[in-house]
């Protein structure tokens, strides 16, 4: 199993859960081990107890009739496979009671009594007997203890690694969605659990986001296409009035030309979106041609340079390695072109901003208000503007057509910090 790192196993909650789960199980496991152990010692001593007390009242029996059957019924108990030992020892102690007592519990595994005047019988428990039973009962503790746990850590393991696989195939998934792929379609087994539900449930959404997503563009593309030629003429119109310079006054000609030059980027404004929509669906023809990027970046420099001027900014260009690709050159004219201009356009008065050229693209690094680190990740989207952008005149779709271009040329625009300022790379593989 691939995880996304090393400690995707121990930060995982459910093999948390299970091991605690584990835990408890094995400790109530031992618990309950131990008291039938200490039950189980118990019972055999009452058994031997209750043995020892019928060994006594057979014995005290045989003494009452004489002491020939003592030593008969001593001898049956030798012959025989007993747990306990018979002794016959000298009685010295003060005469005392011959009547039998029973014995209620082990307490020196041995007992006493007297049998005639002049001597008494021993019986004692075998504390082999006693070793051998404790010896045969620890495999059995530690079988009842080790095998449950062992068993529950091996299955607690073997569920964890199971859930996670399915949890992963679910992330890698809705990773390759986030990553702006939308052909993404999630296995469903013959199971129909809950990961079954899941993945049928995510798979709706995902076509559902799709279509969703289809259907937006093709309304803006649409949009911008059916309203672009009666801007057109409205412009048309607008231009010839403005002509005419004896229909309207010096107040008149003023307003219809500030009504021109919002219709003028309008119009621009359309004509990008078409033009990245174009390019992200592989409608826009490209002639695939050897292009030096250092020529690009100086042709983009040079029509740059009277607004950098107007900003009194420093533009410097090197060119530390040469490049050579293989693309469009007006279009990675119009990347290289909006890349500086963004610059110029949001680096303060007297600022600096530095192109490098290099065997792996082009860097364009500057020492304006840069872009956050929130907003890195949605820059490139057509329409987006990050706040601090939003004091500059635009429409947020330099970048977007900037990335359409870049991913049309197997390219990729990178957005660093430059402390201060931004740092934005046309990197070819």
Not at 85 to 96: A, C, G, M, N
């Amino acid at each position: 199993m691939s995880f996304a790192d090393n400690s995707a196993l121990t930060r995982s909650s459910i093999f948390k859960t299970l091991v605690a789960l584990s835990v408890l199980v094995t400790v109530l496991n031992i618990i309950i081990i131990r008291q039938l152990y200490i039950d189980s010692d118990n019972f055999h001593q009452q058994r031997l107890t209750a043995q020892l007390n019928d060994e006594v009242r057979e014995f005290a029996f045989a003494a009452k009739q004489s002491s020939s059957e003592v030593e008969k019924l001593l001898k049956t108990k030798q012959a025989t496979n007993t747990p306990f030992s018979y002794r016959i020892v000298e009685y010295i102690e003060p005469p005392q009671s011959t009547h039998y007592y029973p014995i209620s519990h082990l307490t020196n595994l041995s007992t006493k009594f007297r049998i005639s005047d002049s001597h008494q019988l021993e019986i004692d428990v075998d504390r082999q007997v006693l070793a051998a039973y404790k010896e045969a009962l620890i495999p059995i503790v530690l079988t009842g203890v080790m095998l449950p746990s062992a068993t529950l850590l091996v299955a607690t393991f073997f569920f964890t690694v199971l859930i996670l696989r399915r949890l992963e195939t679910v992330n890698q998934a809705m990773n390759r969605v986030l990553c702006g792929e939308r052909a993404v379609k999630l296995p469903v087994s013959r199971q129909d659990d809950e990961f079954d539900i899941l993945s049928i449930h995510l798979n709706y959404m995902i076509e559902q986001m799709a279509k969703n997503e289809t259907t937006l563009k093709s309304l803006t593309t649409g949009l911008a296409h059916d309203m672009r030629t009666p801007m057109a003429r409205l412009k048309l119109r607008l231009e010839g009035i403005l002509d005419d310079e004896r229909s309207l006054n010096a107040e008149q000609s003023q307003q219809v030309s500030a009504c021109h030059e919002e219709l003028e980027l309008l119009l621009s404004l359309f004509n990008s979106m078409l033009e990245i929509a174009k390019l992200n669906s592989g409608q826009t023809n490209i002639t695939f041609q050897t292009v030096n990027l250092s020529k690009i970046a100086h042709d983009a420099l040079e029509f740059v340079t009277p607004l950098a001027e107007q900003k009194q900014q420093q533009l410097i260009i090197r060119d530390d390695q040469p490049c050579l690709v293989s693309g469009d050159p007006s279009l990675l004219f119009r990347a290289i072109f909006n890349l500086i201009e963004n610059a110029v356009k949001y680096t303060p008065e007297k600022g600096t901003i530095e192109i490098v050229i290099d065997k792996l693209g082009v860097v364009i690094a500057d020492n304006g208000i840069g872009i956050a680190d929130q907003d890195k990740l949605h820059v490139c989207q057509p329409m987006y503007r990050a706040d601090k952008s939003r004091t500059e005149q635009g429409n947020g779709l330099g970048l977007s057509l900037v990335d359409a271009i870049a991913h049309r040329h197997g390219a990729q625009l990178l957005l660093k910090d430059n402390h201060p300022g931004l740092r934005a790379r046309f990197y070819f593989n």
